[in-house]
């Protein structure tokens, strides 16, 4: 049995736009990548580390605990041994209270690429390879989470290609949810759910071939 921990934040743990209920797990996209897998034969396990509003390395001022560098070392001990590990945040690094750009974001993911590799994770213990996917960008957002993330569709442009240098320099795998999907117009920031099906199929390919390779 091969595991995959995916790390991520509210687009991962699968809030409903416009609400705060979730997505079943066979909707959810880090369900859709364990179906797909499965059906191509894998014996897989997606593990989901998804929690609302966590950021890159920082703290939200208003909600402890969603600075995601915090504690990721532990989590690798907690689920080792790991196939892979999926990284997907960056969205939250542009609420309004911060004022981050893309490059910032970028930097917090290579922090988080680096504590992986560092974790203290048992002897014998594979460190995972690491597959960055570069969330959907902000559109303009709407309904009650606007307040939250004003400016957030600004300050969030050009993130893709600096999470796509990241990869590149720390020899990570690389994905674009862009290229296959867009957030929701609910709210312009979460995902409906035929963007999660989406999604969890255009990885099923790519990581199948990580898991080759694990």
């Known amino acids: 049995m091969q595991q ?16 705060r209920a979730r997505h079943p797990f066979d ?4 369900g859709v990548l364990e179906a797909g897998l499965k059906a191509r034969g894998g014996a897989v396990r997606v593990i989901e580390d998804c929690l609302n509003g966590r950021r890159t390395v920082w703290e939200d001022p ?13 989590r690798m001990e907690v689920n080792s041994p790991l196939a892979l590990l999926i990284l997907m945040l960056g969205s939250n690094d542009f609420q309004s209270m911060h004022p981050h750009n893309a490059w910032h974001s970028s930097q917090g993911m290579a922090s988080l690429v680096q504590a992986v590799r560092q974790a203290p994770i048992e002897p014998g213990m594979p460190v995972p390879p690491i597959l960055i996917v570069a969330p959907p960008a902000i559109q303009t957002p709407r309904g009650t989470i ?24 720390l020899n990570c795998a690389y994905f ?12 312009g920031v979460h995902l409906d759910a035929e963007q999660h099906v989406a999604l969890g199929r255009a990885l ?4 199948a071939k990580l898991l080759e390779t694990a």
């Open 176 to 187: 674009d949810a862009n290229s296959v999907i867009r957030t929701s117009p609910v709210d």
């Open 62 to 74: 208003f909600k402890a605990g969603r600075k995601g560098l915090e504690g990721l070392a532990q």
């Open 146 to 169: 606007a307040p939250k993330f004003a400016g957030g569709e600004h300050k969030c442009v050009g993130l893709a290609a600096a999470l796509q240098e990241v990869a590149a320099s």
């Open 4 to 19: 995959i921990l995916v790390y991520g934040d509210s687009l991962s743990w699968g809030i409903i736009p416009g609400t």
């Open 204 to 207: 099923v390919a790519p990581v």
């Open 27 to 30: 909707v959810r996209w880090p």
